[in-house]
């Protein structure tokens, strides 16, 4: 079934974000280091989650991008689904991008410059993909740009909703109002973009920069943070012996088999575009691992360093690692799910948008739903009923048409998000203490790549292996409940509680 693309940010890298020289919380102040209160933060956390989640190449951009590719272009399912892999990819190395914003400051800060100069460079590079829709190459180019610069901006929302959350003891509500956000985005963008896809690619291009450059000059007037020197500061010789342990035999083993998987299917001209991906995948951990090991005495790079080493022998976390993984790397048919509704069904592009916004709002619900139903029965019970229910509902797109359509996106949109919701639970308590925010993002990128890569590997199913649109919904929805076999394998300790019960 259809999956959400991750649109929040990854927070912070160093667990406590900013706290004072003796490591207590600064809850107690009102004001932050650079004068701005909580209001002031809400309205950068909720403009930069709006922002950076509406302006995307998977939410306002879906439909006019893969109309404009499939029609103007001319291309295939699996080229299409191969563009937005390339395109949104920077989402994959989201960790990446916190360590660089928090360990080294632009222009003197870690946040304002960041935000400004990223959102900045979005708008530009919206702007060039409208410019350049009529030619492949300068539009994936742009594209590609534009989400880079995009992941940087989003990045630093999430570094700003921690921090506030820690200063104020607001955790909780601005958690709520990125998603608040989020949802609202995730409603609106569909419903215009399945109008833009009627339109000259140029308005879409035009919106899009028009959100994140309304971003930057929200930050430049509200985003008040005092200069810094780049600390550099010497490490301890214990730290760096710890940096430099290497990672587990079992991770360089599995990224070496990928890597043979990768060189064997690049041999055979169907499966080469399935080999790229797998070569991506195994370069965002090689530079996860290159980031654990490399010496240095920065001591924000340091600390994430010791993060990963606590990562590295987390054997809960890798469990979690290799759930996610395997669920969203299904064979999906996102995009072939796009050409069904046009070429087959001939649903026009506006009431296409309107049924994926008609998925976000029942999105809504699901997690409202979520929230309360937690505290009612374990993880491992939530896991399972709502991944299973997901598999099994996945099979009444067999039976989609003009009149059973909006049904099924109501009950696939609630079923989806609330397997994703139990997912990201699964992911938030399989995280090691002391490193919550590096290991989160790290599973994130996992995910983020599952979900790329599942669209590309349904996609050309279809189009190198001619398997028919009904039997690729019925792989998707067997595989899917296949993966419930990994549940068991899960530990105990985490999923086999409730909601705010402690672990053990």
């Known amino acids: 079934m259809s999956q959400p693309i991750e649109t929040g940010a990854a927070a912070d890298i160093v667990p406590g974000g900013d706290r004072g020289e003796s490591g207590s919380t600064v809850l107690s102040k009102s004001r932050g280091a650079g004068g701005m209160g909580a209001r002031e933060y809400a309205i950068l956390v909720g403009a930069g989650a709006f922002a950076t989640t509406f302006a995307q190449s998977r939410v306002l951009a879906q439909l006019p991008t893969t109309f404009l590719l499939k029609e103007h272009f001319q291309l295939q399912k699996e080229d299409v689904a191969l563009f937005f892999f390339w395109a949104t990819f920077a989402w994959n190395v989201k960790p990446v991008a916190g360590i660089l914003t928090d360990a080294f400051p632009l222009f003197g800060t870690r946040r304002r410059h960041y935000m400004i100069l990223g959102s900045a460079a979005a708008g530009v590079f919206w702007l060039l993909m409208g410019v350049s829709s009529y030619a492949y190459t300068p539009l994936l180019l742009a594209t590609i740009g534009m989400n880079i610069a995009t992941v940087f901006s989003s990045t630093v929302m999430g570094g700003l909703m921690v921090e506030a959350g820690q200063m104020f003891g607001a955790s909780g509500r601005m ?107 195994v370069l965002v951990f090689a530079l996860v691992i290159a980031t654990a090991m490399t010496p240095t005495s920065n001591a924000v790079i340091v600390g994430a360093q010791i993060q990963l080493g606590q990562i590295f022998r987390s054997r809960t976390l890798w469990m979690a690692v290799a759930m996610l993984f395997l669920i969203y790397t299904v064979p999906g ?34 997690a409202l739903f979520y929230v309360f139903y937690c505290r009612k029965v374990n993880l491992q019970f939530l896991l399972v009923g709502s991944v299973g229910l997901n598999g099994v509902a996945t099979f009444l797109y067999l039976v989609y048409n003009a009149s059973t359509a909006p049904l099924i996106h109501i009950v696939g949109g609630f079923l989806v998000i609330m397997s994703e919701l139990a997912l990201m639970d699964l992911a938030v308590r399989s995280t090691p203490r002391g490193c919550e925010a590096l290991g989160f993002a790290l599973m994130m990128s996992v995910r983020n790549f599952g979900i790329a890569l599942s669209d590309v590997i349904g996609s050309q199913m279809m189009d190198e292996f001619h398997v028919s649109f009904n039997s690729l919904v019925i792989i998707n929805g067997l595989t899917t409940l296949a993966v419930l076999g990994f549940a068991p394998l899960l530990p105990r300790a985490i999923v086999n509680r409730r909601e705010g019960e402690p672990i053990g």
Do not use: H
Not at 236 to 250: D, F, W
Not at 337 to 365: M, N, P, R
């Open 175 to 281: 958690s709520s109002l990125r998603q608040l956000v989020q949802s609202v985005a995730s409603i609106v963008a569909p419903l215009l973009g399945g109008y833009l896809a009627t339109r000259a690619y140029g308005w879409t291009a035009g919106i899009g920069a028009a959100a994140v450059l309304a971003l930057a000059a929200c930050t430049f007037w509200v985003l008040r943070e005092p200069r810094v020197v780049r600390a550099v500061a010497a490490a301890s010789a214990e730290a760096i012996t710890r940096v430099r342990q290497r990672p587990p035999a079992a991770l360089l083993g599995g990224l070496l088999a990928t890597a043979v998987v990768a060189t064997w299917l690049f041999q055979i001209p169907e499966m080469k575009n399935i080999a790229f991906s797998l070569y991506a995948l």
């Open 333 to 366: 048919f996102n995009t072939a799910l796009v050409y069904q509704q046009s070429d087959v069904l001939q649903f026009g592009k506006s009431y296409i948008g309107l049924l994926s916004s008609l998925e976000g709002a029942v999105g809504v619900a699901a």
